[in-house]
């Protein structure tokens, strides 16, 4: 009787794959390291407090930070009022600085948590751009009077839920910070504030609050590889310009000084009140770099090339208006009144595809670079003074040469 072989490739009975499975060598980083998420904390802290317990270590390198939010409470005899920058000003500050005390994102909740998550990609794109679209959001019952029930529905029909994401990572592993070395950890510190932020008027009664922080990551890798650029990070740092802007000035406005390679300017205008109000813009800014003129448009046009580039915006004319001027149905991904942004992470496309971009259009800076906005004249808003111009920049930092080109394929 002859001896038949049969070819290998299928699992044979008696014979278990190993526990952990091994990529050949070379390639990129990422072929390497698969993505992972771990606890970092919970903690229960309410308004007026300081959250900044110590992260713990992962086996791997951190490329983000995911902050879930949970309030919950009864509302009195009369329906509260929220504050336009509901729910994300809830923390006042946020800041988390690496192992070695260099700040890396910096600034209000609201700047950190809701226009830094929309406007870099790096939080998710099309409709998950906006974390507000997000299924973990919740909206607050305002309806509602004491002794009376939510709607069973939602996440949280008691209270309100919304998850937020603090990002290192740029583009697809570039940005990452070593997270195994428990002594080498980021910081993450979040004041959070007064109830009456949030509610201007009618505060609930608040129940409990819990705060949740995972971390994501990639593994530390099955090979001899690092990732791109170790050592690079993006900076996310809020900063006011100056000089302030009066009602109807005609004047040029200067951003804060700034350094490395420019992903993304988010600007934002604030009227004497602290509202963020559309109507302060010029009906043509310029932007100008070292006095020559880089931007000249309508001020209509900056939000059009916005929604082409990240969808933001996108789809307004289809909101129809009623016999009243009332309009109907909402924006897929609003545009936030008052901020607009300079996208500079077009490199591959007209589109921003958020982690996936060269780095080849990144706008290079030196601290003597100085950045202006001009208005001839700018909005007059309800006619308060002074208004304000505040920036916030995605700035990336090379370690070394910033590395350019697709690395993780």
Same mark, same amino acid.
């Given at each position: ?7 290998? #490739?299928?699992?044979?009975? #008696? ?57 919950? #409470?009864? &509302? ?7 504050? +336009?920058?509901?729910? $994300? &000003? ?18 209000? =909740? ?29 909206? @607050? ?12 529905? =939602? ?11 603090? !990002? ?17 950890? *980021?910081?993450?510190?979040? /004041? ?22 995972? !971390?994501?990551?990639? @593994? ?5 590889? $690092? *990732? ?14 100056? *000089? ?28 004497? +009140? ?10 043509? *800014?310029?932007?100008?770099?070292? =006095? ?10 900056? +939000? ?24 109907? %149905? ?12 300079? &996208? ?40 308060? /003074? ?7 920049? %995605? ?9 350019? #080109?697709?690395?993780?394929?």
């Amino acid at each position: 009787m002859t001896q038949q072989t049969v070819a290998p #490739g299928g699992t044979v009975a #008696g014979r278990p794959q190993p526990q952990t499975t091994t990529e050949t060598a070379g390639g990129p980083f990422i072929r390497h390291a698969p993505d992972g998420r771990r606890a970092q904390y919970v903690a229960t802290v309410g308004p007026s407090g300081l959250i900044s317990q110590p992260t713990v270590s992962m086996p791997g390198y951190a490329k983000g930070y995911k902050l879930n939010t949970n309030i919950i #409470g009864t &509302n009195g005899g009369s329906a509260p009022t929220e504050s +336009a920058d509901f729910p $994300d &000003n809830y923390y006042q500050l946020v800041q988390m600085k690496d192992a070695f005390g260099t700040q890396l994102i910096t600034g209000p =909740g609201y700047v950190v948590m809701r226009e830094v998550n929309l406007y870099s990609g790096q939080f998710g794109l099309d409709l998950m751009r906006d974390a507000q679209n997000s299924p973990i959001q919740t909206v @607050w019952n305002n309806t509602l009077t004491t002794g009376g029930s939510p709607a069973a529905s =939602g996440i949280n029909p008691a209270g309100f839920a919304w998850s937020r994401y603090l !990002s290192f990572e740029f583009a697809k592993a570039y940005g990452v910070i070593s997270g195994a070395n428990a002594a080498l950890l *980021p910081v993450l510190q979040l /004041n959070t504030a007064p109830l009456a932020t949030l509610f201007p008027a009618n505060p609930p009664t608040i129940t409990s609050y819990t705060e949740t922080l995972d !971390s994501d990551f990639y @593994w530390l890798p099955s090979a001899p590889t $690092d *990732p791109p650029g170790l050592g690079t990070t993006c900076q996310w740092i809020y900063q006011p310009s100056n *000089p302030t802007i009066p009602a109807n000035g005609n004047q040029l406005v200067q951003l804060p000084r700034l350094g490395g390679y420019l992903t993304m300017l988010i600007l934002e205008v604030r009227d004497a +009140a602290g509202a963020r109000d559309d109507s302060l813009w010029p009906a043509r *800014p310029k932007i100008l770099i070292d =006095g020559v003129p880089l931007i000249d448009t309508l001020m209509t046009t900056w +939000a059009e090339d916005l929604a082409i580039s990240t969808g933001i915006g996108a789809y307004a004319s289809q909101i129809s208006a009623s016999a009243t001027g009332a309009t109907t %149905g909402t924006i897929p991904v609003p545009r936030p009144a008052g901020t607009i942004g300079i &996208n500079r992470k077009t490199s591959l496309s007209q589109r921003d595809f958020g982690l996936l971009d060269t780095g080849e259009i990144f706008l290079n800076t030196n601290p003597g670079t100085q950045l202006e906005i001009a208005g001839y004249p700018w909005g007059a808003g309800d006619g308060s /003074n002074p208004h304000t111009l505040n920036a916030t920049v %995605g700035q990336v930092v090379p370690s070394g040469t910033l590395v350019q #080109g697709l690395p993780e394929v």
